[in-house]
């Protein structure tokens, strides 16, 4: 069965520097979210993406992240210049328009701030 | 906006035995989704199952079944014939197109199946 893909699993940072968080949907999908999920803590929606551009995005989204989707198949999560608090699991997921709105996610891509 | 509400941080069941896992909701659509995501220790979301609010027959998916009471906003996870590979966090979930295209997840509930 078709699956998400990310990398890299685990990703080590100096607070300040910029981070891309790579994705790679199911192909015939058209909607891409990024959530997060602080150790311990609930899952969290940051944004989806649909048509080539944002279709929503929560209070955490600030100017920091933002998403791009290069070609046709990459969908990626950038954090300009990442804090501390950033330290988190971070999933990609993916769904088409017709599979009863299932979101299939990716194995994440743990983040962790130094 | 929506909500949802998980009451139990952890449970723990003995093999071979049943248990439910507790969730609300709440909601002003009359068209969204429910679900239950399982999350084991390498924190991988995996799909459990998923019930359409529009549908008034409880889901069920081989040894998991729901109990979705709409009226109490109530979405309940049983598992039956627990195994030591059903350990893991469970999370209760919402969606409704038509308030935005994200899932709402509850604050989870750590299960345990003991041997």
């Known amino acids: 069965e078709p699956e998400v893909t990310q990398t890299p699993s685990h990703q080590v940072t100096q607070m300040g520097q910029e981070v891309i968080l790579r994705c790679v949907p199911i192909?015939?999908?058209?909607?891409f979210y990024w959530y997060r999920q602080i150790l311990g803590q609930k899952v969290e929606f940051l944004v989806s993406?649909?048509?080539?551009?944002?279709?929503?995005k929560s209070e955490i989204f600030d100017d920091q992240f933002s998403v791009e989707r290069p070609d046709g198949s990459n969908f990626t999560l950038k954090i300009r210049s990442t804090k501390l608090e950033d330290s988190a699991m971070y999933f990609c997921?993916?769904?088409?328009?017709?599979?009863?709105?299932?979101?299939?996610f990716g194995p994440g891509t743990r983040l962790t701030v130094l | 906006a929506q909500t949802v509400t998980q009451s139990q941080p952890e449970m723990s069941v003995q093999e071979a035995e049943t248990v439910t896992l507790s969730c609300t909701y709440d909601?002003?659509?009359?068209?969204?989704?429910l679900f239950w995501y399982k999350q084991p220790p390498s924190r991988q979301m995996i799909l459990v199952i998923r019930q359409e609010a529009y549908k008034q027959q409880n889901a069920t998916e081989n040894r998991f079944s729901v109990n979705f009471q709409k009226a109490a906003k109530s979405f309940s996870l049983k598992i039956s014939d627990s195994q030591l590979g059903d350990t893991a966090m469970y999370f209760c979930a919402s969606f409704s197109g038509t308030s935005g295209s994200r899932l709402t997840f509850g604050e989870g509930t750590q299960l345990t199946v003991n041997p």
């Open positions: 192909s015939n999908h058209l909607y």
């Open positions: 909601t002003s659509e009359n068209n969204y989704y």
């Open positions: 993406f649909y048509n080539n551009e944002i279709s929503e």
């Open positions: 997921a993916s769904r088409d328009s017709t599979r009863y709105n299932e979101q299939f």
